[in-house]
């Protein structure tokens, strides 16, 4: 767990790296205790993630994106990386949706799948916490680019986003 805080030098001039930066912004002006991390790999999955920081998969808060029909808004949930989203529940509360391709998630996010914060939108989209991401006392959210993440819990997840908690996955395999 030595990884940097910051992108390799000389990379902070692209886009990506400057999602980063901008989401370590808003974390320090909202008064986050836990700067983002910088991992030596990429984690575009929540496993990857896992992997890379040693925790569960279920740990890791995995921000799901979709287009909702009706207003071709971005819809976010923010689920645990061990839970599957359920699209109906999803439809349930929101209106219709669909899955949204990865010029959708860049354009309405900023981020790029695989990177997707669950704070720091380009445009404000609808978001939904799962509440089985509650079970954990740490969890860990993308914060911006693959390689970036930062330190959580399931309170300070809906602080900084101000969403509702719902429960919008499958039931769990058993």
Same mark, same amino acid.
Request: aromatic share 6%; charged share 20%; glycine share 8%.
């Given at each position: 767990?030595?990884?940097?805080?910051?992108?390799?030098?000389?990379?902070?001039?692209?886009?990506?790296?400057?999602?980063?930066?901008?989401?370590?912004?808003?974390? %320090?002006?909202?008064?986050?205790?836990?700067?983002?991390?910088?991992?030596?790999?990429?984690?575009?999955?929540?496993?990857?993630?896992?992997?890379?920081?040693?925790?569960?998969?279920?740990?890791?808060?995995?921000?799901?994106?979709?287009?909702?029909?009706?207003?071709?808004?971005?819809?976010?949930?923010?689920?645990?990386?061990?839970?599957?989203?359920?699209?109906?529940?999803?439809?349930?509360?929101?209106?219709?949706?669909?899955? %949204?391709?990865?010029?959708? *998630?860049?354009?309405?996010?900023?981020?790029?799948?695989?990177? *997707?914060?669950?704070?720091?939108?380009?445009?404000?989209?609808?978001?939904?916490?799962?509440?089985?991401?509650?079970?954990?006392?740490?969890?860990?959210?993308?914060?911006?680019?693959?390689?970036? *993440?930062?330190?959580?819990?399931? %309170?300070?997840?809906?602080?900084?986003?101000?969403?509702? *908690?719902?429960?919008?996955?499958?039931?769990?395999?058993?």
């Amino acid at each position: 767990m030595s990884e940097p805080l910051t992108p390799p030098p000389g990379a902070s001039d692209d886009a990506p790296h400057q999602a980063f930066a901008a989401v370590t912004r808003l974390l %320090a002006e909202q008064g986050h205790p836990h700067a983002p991390r910088w991992l030596g790999v990429p984690a575009r999955t929540a496993q990857e993630a896992a992997d890379a920081l040693g925790v569960s998969v279920g740990q890791i808060a995995k921000s799901v994106i979709f287009r909702r029909k009706t207003d071709e808004v971005a819809v976010l949930v923010v689920t645990s990386g061990d839970r599957r989203v359920d699209e109906k529940k999803v439809a349930a509360l929101v209106g219709p949706i669909g899955r %949204a391709d990865a010029d959708f *998630v860049k354009s309405r996010t900023g981020f790029s799948i695989g990177g *997707v914060s669950p704070v720091g939108h380009a445009s404000r989209p609808v978001t939904l916490l799962d509440a089985d991401l509650a079970r954990f006392e740490e969890i860990w959210a993308a914060a911006g680019h693959p390689n970036g *993440v930062f330190r959580l819990s399931f %309170a300070d997840l809906q602080r900084l986003t101000g969403a509702p *908690v719902a429960a919008v996955v499958q039931a769990p395999a058993t």
